[in-house]
T-cell receptor
């Protein structure tokens, strides 16, 4: 009954380092999403995936890379972290359509020094 | 991109009071969703609306899908301390983009 999980829950890193945030869902949902949440901006879509090996950019994709080799996992990588990427990152999933209700993970709080 | 404007941005109310908030979009939506985010957690779905004019309740929460399909409203009756959090409206635009409002932060004073 895990649903959707994210790891780590908290991460502190330094500018220029590579960081990978993990997302895992147990529902076999087709769609998965990555959002960042910043004060004054609400939730903004970074990348999404319609199925394994299919990914597409969202509203704010620059500086991020995603992959989806398995349906249940959707890692988000910051190849060279910047201070502006300090944020709270949420992963979400939905069934067979991006139009369906999305279910969110608990979030990863990332601080880039 | 799509803009979902929520108002008010924040509310401070006394326990027992009713709460109203709304969300407007610059284009037509076919689905409106309302989420609540507790401090330190991810958003959780409260109510989903699928038809213009639809009025749906979930306990003390009532949400309406505006007739113009460009707005939605959420009401909370007889607020309690655990209603504290940030409330987001959301909706899918044609295609695969899903948009969220900037949120209404609710504080309930016991």
């Amino acid at each position: 009954d895990a649903g959707i999980t994210q790891s780590p829950r908290y991460k502190i890193t330094e500018t220029g380092r590579q960081v990978t945030l993990m997302c895992h869902q147990t529902w076999s949902h087709s769609y998965m999403f990555w959002y960042r949440q910043d004060l004054g901006h609400g939730l903004r879509l970074i990348y999404y995936s319609a199925a394994a090996d299919i990914t597409d950019k969202g509203e704010v994709p620059d500086g991020y890379v995603v992959s989806r080799s398995k349906t249940e996992n959707f890692p988000l990588t910051l190849e060279s972290a910047t201070r502006s990427q300090t944020s709270v990152y949420f992963c979400a999933s939905s069934g067979t359509s991006a139009q369906e209700t999305q279910y969110f993970g608990p979030g990863t709080r990332l601080l880039v020094l | 991109g799509q803009q979902l404007n929520q108002s008010p941005q924040s509310m401070f109310i006394q326990e027992g009071e009713d709460v109203s908030m709304n969300c407007t979009s610059s284009s037509i939506f076919n689905t409106w969703l309302w989420y609540k985010q507790d401090p330190g957690e991810g958003p959780v779905l409260l109510i989903a609306l699928y038809k213009a004019g639809e009025l749906t309740s979930n306990g003390r929460l009532t949400a309406q899908f505006g007739i113009t399909r460009k707005d939605s409203f959420l009401n909370i009756s007889a607020s309690i301390p655990s209603d504290v959090g940030i409330y987001f409206c959301a909706g899918p635009e044609y295609g695969n983009q899903f948009y969220f409002g900037t949120g209404t932060s609710l504080t309930v004073i016991p």
